[in-house]
Nanobody
Framework: QVKLAESGGGSVQPGGSLRLSCAAS????????IGWFRQAPGEREGIACI???????YYTDSVKGRFTFSRDSAKNTMYLQMNSLEPEDTAVYYC????????????????????WGQGTQVTVSS
C-alpha cells in the first residue's frame, strides 16, 4: 500500500520550533519530487519542494531562512524543520510526492501527484 504518514505537529509559542516527519511506505521517495504544503483557511500552498530531476530545494519567500527541508533515504522519510515560528505559520501541513515541480507566484506546484500525507496541525500562538 502506497502511503505517506506524517507526524510532529502540535502547538508552540511564537519563536519556537517544530520538526515534521513524513514516512513513506510502498514506494521509494528518492524517485519522486517531494514537497511540503500547508493549508490555513484557503488554498493548499506549496512552501518547500525538492526536485527529483536535479535535487534542488525550493522555498517560498515566507519560510526561507526559517524552515529546512531534508530527506533521509535510509529511512525513506522527509522532514521539515521549522524554526522561528510565527502565528502566520498556523496551518495544516501536508507532505506530497509526485512526478515534477514548477513554481507559480512564489509557490511550488507538484505535477503528477502520486500521494498526499494525511496532514498534521501546526498551531503557533501565545
Amino acid at each position: 500500500q502506497v502511503k505517506l504518514a506524517e507526524s510532529g505537529g502540535g502547538s508552540v509559542q511564537p519563536g519556537g520550533s517544530l520538526r515534521l516527519s513524513c514516512a513513506a511506505s510502498g514506494f521509494n521517495l528518492d524517485y519522486y519530487t517531494i514537497g511540503w504544503f500547508r493549508q490555513a483557511p484557503g488554498e493548499r500552498e506549496g512552501i518547500a519542494c525538492i526536485s527529483s530531476s536535479d535535487g534542488n530545494t525550493y522555498y517560498t519567500d515566507s519560510v526561507k531562512g526559517r524552515f529546512t527541508f531534508s530527506r533521509d533515504s535510509a529511512k525513506n522519510t522527509m522532514y521539515l524543520q521549522m524554526n522561528s515560528l510565527e502565528p502566520e505559520d498556523t496551518a495544516v501541513y501536508y507532505c506530497v510526492a509526485g512526478d515534477s515541480m514548477t513554481v507559480v507566484q512564489d509557490l511550488c506546484v507538484i505535477k503528477g501527484v502520486y500521494v498526499w500525507g494525511q496532514g498534521t496541525q501546526v498551531t503557533v500562538s501565545s
